[in-house]
């Protein structure tokens, strides 16, 4: 047929797709004389006779009749979905497909008995509470309004920033829940041992707000505030509650990491599988429906113009890369090696640049409260300088590179990540170093290293308070007021740039995590400030910024966000662990006082437990309960990658199924077309026929 000649489709060349069946929707349908003429008949019964050439030959030579191909391909599919207890306002068909399925449907009930037509009932009862639920929760979330406007003005790409912000709020506001259910409620209950009395005055000043001295050092902001008090029991005590508030906030956080990491990572694999490739998807599936207002209709327009000159892009780039002869590629090998030792040696001048700071910011205390103010925070300083630098020169020394767009920005992600996260970890390293090398061992070095992490939650909104309303802010009046002046053309617009902003949150909520041990009140701190945040960002983004002319692809980068937030709450959980292996005295405050280590609290409770709960507890922590929980992990993986391939199959014959459905449409029209013409060409003679009978009736 010439429609078979001229549609070629490679997908059932895969395995998967031979046991694809063909779904049929009547016993007639096997009865008709085209159905022998279908392409995915022929294409299934070519692989089929590739396979099986007995089974194949059996097909063309009669084969099984109709009744038992349908009843085969009913077995072959399994149980049909319950599409009838899906509500008729979510079946993609027409208003009169509606009413036929409704009229359908309770001829069906008819049929059916007492108690499965009260369990269907209660069933759809059951699914509309809980849509009514989940709108009313959907209404009840906060900025709702602000996100909507947001991403009608400037796409889903800006949305996603402020909704991983608010995001990261809750979460601090979990960590908050336990931090005040495990150590502050029970340290305000029964107190503490703690002589010092909590009043602001003597030499307490506002500055010590901003340095964490004085005031907030004895009160319970850090670490030494909290000690044993009336609660002093073997297995209930302030120590246990306070490890027992910090593993939970771990644990919790580890949970929802993973759990958004692994979501995440899925629906990428989906979407590039779906779309990668897919111009068709790009153009009539592009729309953002959600948009309002006519200027952010031209720039949805935009967005999707640009991202067809993306992929155009990339495909030009791939067909240059295919092209390039070996002189060229060692030139550009070359290159790159050069562009990385650039790289290397900016990270190390970097790292450099905190150490000095850190060094000078702990071992000189000059006179005057501004200088020593200035002194003390020159590590956040030199930390934030670095982070606010360096990612523009990684993007600009990535376009040198010769990569794509997307492995540029990919490039730029990562290095940037290890810049963030290496400066953090560097000088976490620095300040461990020098307070167990300090002269006055007696003093609280858990105080130190939380006021370090309080200085650097602070500072950092500080820098996002000041850039927004004593740079950014003027810059956007300058160009309002002054547009054709020289500094407004110098300094151009201000753009919302999505990935960096992202890294600026994931690099705060690790900070947040590194000083939750040391400070515990730093997610309250953190939970404020990032309130803070997200209306500083919504001024800055609705009166300061404009819109992209680049679409973002968030949900290309947002596992990567998500991971490196999974990478800083493993540094912050590593950070107390190796901090007590390597500390060679007792902790002389807090609530570890007098302990060895942080992990000698639970050995008074154990030796006063029953010997029963003693020999339960050391079996769990012995071999014998490794091995069997080893292969049960085993045996749980094994089951969920069995269940991913199938899904994968599954996927796979859907697709064919697609492709199928596709060219038999296809098929059709080209045959209704050809009877269309056939009939017309029949009409169009007959007046001819019969004038020319007549005629040759006349004659006789």
Known sequence: MEGQ???????????????????????????????????????????????????????????????????????????????????????????????DERERRKMHISDIDFWQSWSRSQSISRRRVWAHLRGARSSLLPWRNTLLKIQARFGVGVKSYFVFLRYLIYLNLLHCALIGGFILGPTAFYGTNNTVPLRFGGNDSVVDFFLGSGFLDRSPVFFGFYTRGSLDLFCLNTSLLYLAGILSIFFFSLIMMVRRTTVGYKHTWMLEKRTSMNVSFKIFCGWDFNVQDPPAAKLKHSFIRNDLKLFLEEQSFSLRKAQR???????????????????????????????????????????????????????????????????????????????????????????????????????????????????????????????????????????????????????????????????????????????????????????????????????????????????????????????????????????????MLLLGLLMAAATPVLDSYQSAFKISCGPFKNQQTVFNVTDECMKHLPSSAQIAIHYLSSEAFALPLLLAEIIILTSYVSRGRANKKAIERLKDMLVMCSSDKRFLVKQHATLLRGRKNAIRNRPAAVEQRNSLQGDQ
């Open 325 to 563: 002869t070996l002189q060229q590629k060692v030139r550009l090998y070359l290159l790159r090696f050069i562009l990385n030792l650039v790289v290397i040696a900016l990270l190390s001048g970097a790292f450099f640049l905190i150490y000095i700071s850190t060094k000078k910011s702990l071992s000189e205390s000059p006179n005057g409260w501004f200088f020593n103010l200035v002194l003390q925070y020159l590590s956040p300083i030199t930390i934030s300088f670095v982070n606010l630098v360096l990612p523009h020169m990684f993007r600009k020394i990535s376009s040198f590179e010769d990569y794509s767009l997307t492995v540029q920005i990919n490039a730029t992600l990562v290095r940037s990540i290890f810049l963030k996260l290496a400066s953090l970890g560097i000088f976490l390293f620095f300040i461990l170093k020098t307070s167990q090398n300090a002269e006055q061992p007696s003093s609280c070095r858990e105080n130190q290293i939380g006021r370090e992490m309080y200085k650097l939650c602070i500072y950092n909104f500080l820098s996002i308070f000041c850039s927004t309303f004593f740079v950014k802010y003027p810059r956007k009046l300058l160009q309002e007021k002054y547009p054709t002046s020289l500094l407004a053309r110098l300094t151009g617009k201000e753009r919302f740039l999505i990935p960096f902003n992202v890294l600026d949150l994931v690099y705060v909520q690790t900070v947040s995590w590194v000083g939750v041990y040391y400070c515990p009140l730093l997610p309250l701190i953190g939970m404020v400030t990032l309130v803070a945040t997200f209306y500083i960002k919504k001024f800055n983004v609705l009166r300061c910024c404009v819109a992209e002319q680049r679409m973002f692809r968030a949900s290309n980068s947002s596992v990567l966000f998500h991971f």
């Open 5 to 99: 000649k001229t549609v070629n489709f490679t997908r059932l060349l895969s395995e998967e797709s031979v046991g694809s069946t063909l779904s049929s929707d009547s016993y007639e349908y096997y009865q008709t004389e085209i159905y022998d003429l279908l392409p995915s008949v022929q294409a299934v019964r070519s692989q089929q006779n590739r396979y099986d050439p007995q089974k194949s030959s059996e097909a063309y030579h009669g084969g099984p009749g109709p009744e038992e191909a349908f009843s085969s391909d009913n077995q072959s599919r399994g149980p049909r979905p319950k599409g009838s207890l899906l509500p008729l306002r979510n079946l993609t068909m027409s208003m009169q497909g509606k009413r």
